[in-house]
T-cell receptor, first 113, second 113 residues
Framework: GESVGLHLPTLSVQEGDNSIINCAYSNSASDYFIWYKQESGKGPQFIIDIRSNMDKRQGQRVTVLLNKTVKHLSLQIAATQPGDSAVYFCAESRSGGYNKLIFGAGTRLAVHP | NAGVTQTPKFQVLKTGQSMTLQCAQDMNHEYMSWYRQDPGMGLRLIHYSVGAGITDQGEVPNGYNVSRSTTEDFPLRLLSAAPSQTSVYFC????????????FGDGTRLSIL
């Protein structure tokens, strides 16, 4: 079936480095893509989103890139900090908004001092 | 402002027992949903509601019932618990259908023996 997946289950980076978390999706009809951060024992927290008619969107220290040609999504975190350590999920929506999200399996980001 | 509140945080059940997971939000959000999260997997949508009195099935609805008698509350019922329903359950809400990202609660960890 169609699903959202991730290339790397665990990513280890040094504090201060930039992090890149990747995600592949399979449904070309998806029109919203969202990144969530989940800390241990907490629910997912919205980070940033991007519509299918865009290829880049920037937030505070984060950038999401969308490559529709190869159905690839990435989250870039600049100057990674210990507080960025968490599991990151990409999700796609095919309903024109944020509902009925299809989540990937997640990538754990470990930031080392 | 408490956001999305889920109770209980932890629960252990025996196979065949019934249980209701509670979810309440104080943000006057129309849209609410339930997801389950299993190890190594992303969240999967169980049921959702676009407003009081309206519910619909998500990706994995079997074994679960929901109701939405008020805007604030969206309980999830397990009528006859099975070990396959051991999971972490997350409730989420958003202001209107598909317009803003969902706010998640901190989850209920449910174990069924």
């Amino acid at each position: 079936g169609e699903s959202v997946g991730l290339h790397l289950p665990t990513l280890s980076v040094q504090e201060g480095d930039n992090s890149i978390i990747n995600c592949a999706y399979s449904n070309s009809a998806s029109d919203y893509f969202i990144w969530y951060k989940q800390e241990s024992g907490k629910g997912p927290q919205f980070i940033i989103d991007i519509r299918s008619n865009m290829d880049k969107r920037q937030g505070q220290r984060v950038t999401v890139l969308l490559n529709k040609t190869v159905k690839h999504l990435s989250l870039q975190i600049a100057a990674t900090q210990p507080g960025d350590s968490a599991v990151y999920f990409c999700a796609e929506s095919r309903s024109g908004g944020y509902n009925k999200l299809i989540f990937g399996a997640g990538t754990r980001l470990a930031v080392h001092p | 402002n408490a956001g999305v509140t889920q109770t209980p945080k932890f629960q252990v059940l025996k196979t065949g027992q019934s249980m209701t997971l509670q979810c309440a939000q104080d943000m006057n959000h129309e849209y609410m949903s339930w997801y389950r999260q299993d190890p190594g997997m992303g969240l999967r949508l169980i049921h959702y509601s676009v407003g009081a009195g309206i519910t619909d099935q998500g990706e994995v609805p079997n074994g679960y019932n929901v109701s939405r008698s008020t805007t604030e509350d969206f309980p999830l019922r397990l009528l006859s618990a099975a070990p396959s329903q051991t999971s972490v359950y997350f409730c989420a809400s958003s202001p209107t259908q598909g317009s803003q990202p969902q706010h998640f609660g901190d989850g209920t960890r449910l174990s069924i023996l």
